[in-house]
């Protein structure tokens, strides 16, 4: 086994003092992060007291204290109470090497498999595993699939399974056929093809992630390192405190959770949000569509990053940055009192995913009062007009109708419940078709 120490610049930076860390927020060298809630549970139902989660995509299967929640295309199409005993969840590959398989870890170390998405098979033997308890499963990448067992860890490749060990591990993640074994003084690194371990001592280590270049990433409570190109540990990361608790490699970057915050590493780049409040206690697991999974108090959220294309950002710089300085920044800065951040092309860019996100489900509405069955569509050939959204909604706070208005191009967007007596605020022409405030023909879109 190859030992790796610490670099020593990493060492240096979190002992000195007398200022900000040159790794930190303070000094400068963290950018700002914009991120979006993304619905992931269209009609809000039930799934319990979540302890785990795990996706392929479009299917979700959520373990909870009531059982196994299975949603496909954001709807429930399964529940299982027989997996109410869950700890943990993956998407592996399956045990002959090829297709990927979402399986739920029971706390007696039962491995079981979601078939048909609506039912789950015990396939711990499948694996190869000798009946020994399974705490944790991890995807390595090309085939390979890591077990967190008592005292090591157990890799299986379809035909064969290679155990470690490497005596007690609290996390096992992987990707780009490498494994990450965390322990109380380092991570453990597996090559699964080449059948090597190396170690890289970090006291207090707590996570670790792999990302699709096969880079190594590990975090203590205070600081996010990651291995550099002489295969030791570098500092790219320092939190103000002891807030860490969480890191993932999910798509092509790496998420933490620092403090009420996430953060994202990318290449070179780290940068972190400003108000999304995860919880301090919060767990993050890793999406197969490059989101981040948040799993708190036996909630789950799940949240993902926001990208700008370059039109949008010239657009931004152009046309909007002006008008935000002069007339929305009293209000609309990242902790202003309106909470809405509009800011930033990233921040427009997350408020306009999110109503899509919303209206993904969505179907047109045929008439209002005395309205025309020809006006309601959903294509988004034009400009999106009104947002329908449940009328509890806007009853709870009427005056946030209008809160996501001008997201879209062309006349200010309203947003508006399907309960009839909102109707007469709208307003509509002598034909009975309902009309924005620009005058033209008004596009319904109406959450289910």
Not at 62 to 82: Q, Y
Not at 302 to 325: D, H, Y
Request: hydrophobic share 45%.
């Amino acid at each position: 086994m190859r030992v790796v120490l610490l670099a020593a610049a990493s060492l240096a930076a979190l002992a000195g003092c007398g200022g900000p860390g040159a790794h930190s927020r303070a000094a400068g060298a963290v950018g700002p992060l914009s991120v979006r809630p993304v619905a992931w549970n269209a009609a809000n139902a039930p799934v319990g007291k979540v302890r785990a989660v795990a996706d392929t995509g479009d299917v979700v299967a959520v373990f909870s204290d009531t059982g196994a929640t299975v949603l496909s295309s954001r709807a429930v199409v399964a529940t299982v109470p027989g997996m109410k005993n869950c700890v943990d969840a993956a998407t592996i590959a399956g045990a002959d090497g090829t297709t990927r398989w979402i399986v739920g870890i029971d706390a007696a170390g039962r491995v079981h498999y979601l078939r048909s998405e609506s039912t789950f098979d015990d396939v711990s033997e499948r694996y190869g595993l000798g009946g020994q308890p399974v705490r944790e499963a991890s995807p390595l990448g090309t085939g390979f699939v890591g077990f967190r067992l008592d005292g090591g860890v157990a890799i299986a490749d379809g035909s064969a399974v290679t155990r470690y060990a490497l005596g007690p591990i609290v996390e096992l993640t992987g990707g780009a056929h490498l494994g990450a074994g965390v322990a109380a003084d380092g991570i453990h690194l597996i090559d699964a093809a080449k059948k090597t371990t190396t170690a890289f001592p970090l006291e207090g280590a707590l996570y670790a992630a792999i990302d699709p270049k096969g880079r190594l990433y590990a975090t203590t409570a205070r600081a996010v390192y990651a291995a550099n190109d002489r295969g030791e540990l570098s500092l790219v990361y320092e939190a103000d405190g002891d807030t860490i608790h969480g890191l993932v490699a999910s798509g092509d970057v790496v998420w933490f959770a620092d403090g009420t915050e996430l953060g994202v590493i990318d290449g070179a780049k780290v940068a972190e949000s400003a108000g999304v409040h995860v919880a301090p206690d919060a767990r993050l697991a890793a999406s197969s569509t490059g989101d981040v999974w948040v799993v708190s108090g036996g909630a789950l959220s799940r949240f993902g990053r926001v990208v700008v294309e370059p039109a949008l950002m010239a657009s931004w710089n152009q046309t909007l940055a002006p008008i935000f300085a002069r007339s929305c920044s009293a209000c609309h800065l990242a902790d202003g009192i309106s909470g809405t951040d509009l800011s930033s092309a990233e921040a427009w860019q997350s408020e306009r995913s999110m109503i899509q996100d919303a209206t993904a489900g969505a179907r047109a509405v045929g008439r209002g009062p005395g309205g025309d069955s020809g006006v309601g569509r959903t294509d988004f050939g034009g400009p999106l007009d009104v947002v329908i959204r449940p009328a509890s909604e806007i009853r709870r706070d009427p005056d946030q109708i209008w809160r996501h208005a001008d997201h879209f191009s062309g006349a200010p967007d309203h947003i508006w419940s399907e309960a009839s007596e909102f109707w007469s605020r709208i307003g509509s022409n002598s034909d009975g078709v309902v009309i924005n405030s620009a005058g033209g023909p008004t596009n319904l879109i109406e959450i289910l």
